[in-house]
């Protein structure tokens, strides 16, 4: 009975020994790209910047940010494919900026090829699929403006349907809390992100900086964060603001290629 009791007694020792000699996996989130062990999960931030495609201000100093971006370009304008090629040149990914309907504001803010909620599900389809074509090097699309079309379960489900044809995923921009892009998205098995805030969705340095600064409380409380910014009106601004602020962001986040962050 003794010898049992010492051979029980030495087998769970070398048990718990063997436990201790094995190698602990630290979980994707707990490595850095260095592979360096980290004492938090790794915080992830994407920017997208929209409103590319006639060639606004702004466009150069975006084209040149030391940080991935995801450029959305619009459709069936005068620099469309310019901007889309010289984006993809500079390794930043393409988007296709799709004017939508908003519920409030002026048609020809949308430019040409909208999708509008008057339109039969034949037109959309074709209007979905000419955009797509017309800005190469793209891998998901985004919402121009679209308060109304967003909202649109019959237009979103059209438009998540051709998504899902061309391989391609959707950033809902979220200019709309009645968004149905989200569950669309879900439904037709398309890969779907969301923005978190707009950047500059007033046109002021002193604005811009004020969300700058809303982004970085974010990180603290969020995983991931997605930060919409344009070109145009703002775009020298916020092109400005943002290389001011990209080591700073850097100490607490990794800037990242937006398509990275769909899970």
Same mark, same amino acid.
């Given at each position: 009975? $003794?010898?049992?009791?010492?051979? *029980? ?7 718990? *020994?063997?436990? !201790? ?10 490595? /850095? ?16 910047? @929209? /409103? ?11 084209? @040149?940010?030391?940080? =991935? ?5 619009? =459709? ?6 310019? +901007? %889309? ?13 799709? =004017? ?19 339109? !039969? @599900? ?10 797509? +074509?017309?800005?190469?090097?793209? *891998? ?6 679209? !308060? $109304?079309?967003?909202? &649109? =379960? ?17 950033? /809902? ?26 950047? &500059? +969705? ?18 603290? $409380? ?16 916020? %092109?400005?603001?943002?290389? &001011? ?13 937006? !398509?990275?962050?769909?899970?």
């Amino acid at each position: 009975m $003794k010898r049992q009791i010492c051979h *029980i007694l030495m087998l769970s020792v070398l048990i718990v *020994i063997g436990a !201790s000699s094995m190698p602990i996996q630290a979980s994707p989130q707990e490595v /850095d790209p260095g592979g360096v062990r980290l004492a938090q999960p790794i915080k992830k931030v994407a920017f997208v910047i @929209d /409103d590319f495609g006639n060639n606004m201000a702004g466009t150069k100093e975006m084209m @040149d940010m030391s940080i =991935p971006l995801a450029v959305a370009v619009m =459709p069936f304008l005068p620099t469309t494919q310019r +901007d %889309a090629i010289w984006a993809h040149e500079k390794k930043h990914e393409v988007l296709v900026h799709l =004017p939508m309907e908003p519920r409030k504001g002026k048609k020809h803010w949308l430019g040409p090829g909208a999708i509008t909620t008057d339109l !039969s @599900d034949e037109e959309i389809r074709s209007r979905v699929n000419k955009a797509i +074509d017309d800005v190469p090097f793209a *891998i998901g699309v985004n919402n121009h403006m679209g !308060s $109304k079309a967003t909202a &649109d =379960p019959r237009v979103m489900g059209i438009i998540m349907e051709v998504c899902k044809e061309r391989g391609l995923f959707y950033l /809902d921009s979220r200019t709309t809390s009645k968004s149905v892009a989200a569950l669309l998205a879900q439904e037709k098995g398309v890969p779907f992100l969301e923005n978190s805030l707009f950047l &500059d +969705d007033q046109y002021t340095t002193k604005h811009i900086r004020k969300q700058m600064e809303l982004l970085c409380k974010n990180i603290d $409380k969020q995983r991931v964060c997605i930060a919409i910014g344009h070109v145009g009106p703002p775009g020298k601004k916020t %092109a400005r603001v943002l290389r &001011d602020y990209i080591e700073r962001i850097k100490q607490d986040a990794v800037i990242v290629p937006l !398509s990275t962050l769909i899970e």
